[in-house]
């Protein structure tokens, strides 16, 4: 499995449990190499209240930073570096080319569940996408 399906396996569990806990009403996932998925689109998300949000998937391969910078500069030569973290590169990278889309959840090769029954890191990808989809609104 590829990495990034490896990433989307990992989210479309937890959307599994949204749905199931009627957090959401429902959810679709992209078809490779479609419209929405050549328009930075993994997911859609329909809540509620009617808000849909797309989601964007990206995949934090093991690695130190600095490693992954210059891999990541070397196969994306558009790329613009400004320093800070890979996930910043990564994410501004995909923001620039997709500036509509700016819900985005970088999944770890170490919070990728072995299994449906792996509760503890699809616990943990649970509390990230949750704060995506529901964020805190400012008093």
């Given amino acids: ?13 937890v ?6 806990e ?5 959810w679709r996932q992209s078809p490779r190499y479609g419209q929405e998925d050549q328009s930075g689109i993994d997911f859609t998300i329909f809540i ?10 990206k995949f934090r391969r093991k690695g130190s930073d600095q490693k992954l910078i210059k891999s990541y500069l070397e196969k994306h030569r558009h790329a613009i570096y400004r320093g800070g973290s ?11 080319k997709h500036p509509d889309v700016k819900n985005i959840i970088m999944v770890s090769h170490w919070q ?13 990808l649970y509390d990230k996408l ?4 529901f964020p805190k609104k400012d008093s």
């Avoid at 890979?86 to 620039?96: Q, T």
């Fill in 1 to 13: 499995m590829r990495r990034g399906n490896q990433a989307e396996y990992a989210v479309r569990l």
């Fill in 15 to 20: 959307l599994k449990e949204f749905k199931k």
């Fill in 22 to 26: 009627k957090l959401i009403v429902k």
């Fill in 48 to 57: 509620k209240n009617g808000e849909v949000i797309y989601l964007q998937v």
């Fill in 86 to 96: 890979y996930e910043n590169l990564v994410i501004n990278d995909h923001l620039r």
């Fill in 112 to 124: 990728i569940p072995q299994s449906e029954r792996d509760y503890r890191r699809i616990n943990i």
């Fill in 130 to 133: 949750f704060k995506i989809i």
